[in-house]
């Protein structure tokens, strides 16, 4: 049972690693292509990746769509976006973190079958 505590605890943490900031694209601008993007229209997010601008409009494959897929891009004019935001990680305090965590975790896990005796289990 502890063990798959940890990892539940470990794969639950992990993510708060990433955060959503405020993101400004202009019209003609060059963006990361691994960065994730939500963009807001009417009240409803939509997270696109890969994402182009043009002068007028703005396009991006949905995640979960593959990469190569040109056909599965989507496109909306930069009228009606309300407000983007671009998806970041701390890669550093992920790695300071999750090392040592991860050691710990897998020290707990092989302990498991030893006893309180001190005895190893056969």
Known sequence: MKRWL???LLAAWLPACVRWEAATIAPESTLPANRQFKVWIGGTATELR??????????????G??????????SVPLAVVDSTQSQS????????????????????????????????VE
Do not use: K, M, W
């Open 65 to 74: 769509a593959p990469a190569r897929c040109d056909s599965c891009r989507v």
């Open 6 to 8: 940890s990892v539940v």
């Open 89 to 120: 990680s701390d890669v550093l305090p992920v790695i300071l973190i999750a090392g040592p965590l991860l050691f710990f975790v897998v020290a707990l896990v092989r302990n498991q079958g030893i006893p309180t005796g001190g005895q190893p």
């Open 50 to 63: 890969a994402v182009r601008v043009s002068r007028d409009s703005l396009s991006g494959l949905p995640i």
